[in-house]
C-alpha cells in the first residue's frame, strides 16, 4: 500500500464493529509489547543507554566515542542498552559486548534501514512495533543516557527524558551529550533563544544535561551521580 493509499484508507467510513475489532486486536498487542519488555528487562539490572543515529559509519569518530563508552561503562559493572540497530547503536553494544558485559537492544521494526546489529546478547534482544513502547522501556531500565549525535529520533528520545525529569514525572537521573561541535549549535539556542528570549524553561532547566567530548567524561559523569547512592551495578 502506498503512502497515498494509506491516507486515503484512514478517512474511509467505517463501521462501528470494524474500529471496535481493529482497537481492541491493537490493545492486546500493546499490552503483549509491555508485558514482554518488562519481564525481559526488570531481569537485567543497572543499565545505562547508548543513543545516536543509525546512519553514522565504523570510520566516523563518533562510532569510536560509542564504542568506547560501552566499554568503560561495563567496566564498572553497568550493563548498555541501546536501540539494537546499526551505527551509533552498533558500536554501543560492540563495546559492551567485546568488553564481556551486558548488551541489550530494543530493537524498533521498519519499512526500512533499522535490522538488529550481531553485538546484542541473544536472550536480550527485544522486538518493538511501536515507539512510545519502546520509549517506556529506555526510560524505566535506563540509569542514565548517553546521547551521541543523530536525527529526529535521538532528539524525540532526548527531549522525552528532558521533559519527565523537568516536570516530576519520573526521577532525575544523568543525562550526557556527547560532542561539542554537534550539539553547541542547540544548546546555545536553548540558552539565547529558549531561555533568554523567549523565557520557556528555567535557568536550572540547563542542569538536567551535561555536555562533553570524550567518553572517558560521559563515563565518569554517570558514575560520580550514582556515587552517593547504594545503586550497585551488576557484579
Known sequence: MTSEEKIRSAFENKDWQEIKVTDSWQIFKIMAEFVDGFEK???????????GSARTAQTNKY????????KLL???????ITGGGPGIMEAGNKGAHTNGGKSVGLNIE???EQFHNKYI????????????????MFMKYSQGFVVLPGG??????????????QTG????????LVGSDYWGGLIEWIKGTMLQKEHNIHEEDLNLFRLVDTAEEAAEH???????????PNF
Not at 169 to 176: G, L, Q, T, W
Open 41 to 51: 528487562l526488570a531481569k537485567i539490572g543497572p543499565c545505562v543507554t547508548i543513543y
Open 63 to 70: 562510532y569510536q566515542l560509542a564504542e568506547e563508552c560501552g
Open 74 to 80: 561495563t567496566d564498572r559493572g553497568y550493563g548498555v
Open 110 to 112: 521498519l519499512p526500512f
Open 121 to 136: 546478547d541473544h536472550n536480550k534482544l527485544l522486538e518493538f512495533d511501536y515507539f512510545f513502547v519502546r520509549k517506556v
Open 152 to 165: 529526529f529520533g535521538t532528539m524525540d528520545e532526548l527531549f522525552e527524558a528532558l521533559t519527565l525529569i
Open 169 to 176: 514525572k519520573i526521577a532525575r537521573f544523568p543525562i550526557v
Open 222 to 232: 554517570i558514575f560520580r551521580f550514582y556515587n552517593k547512592y547504594v545503586l550497585k
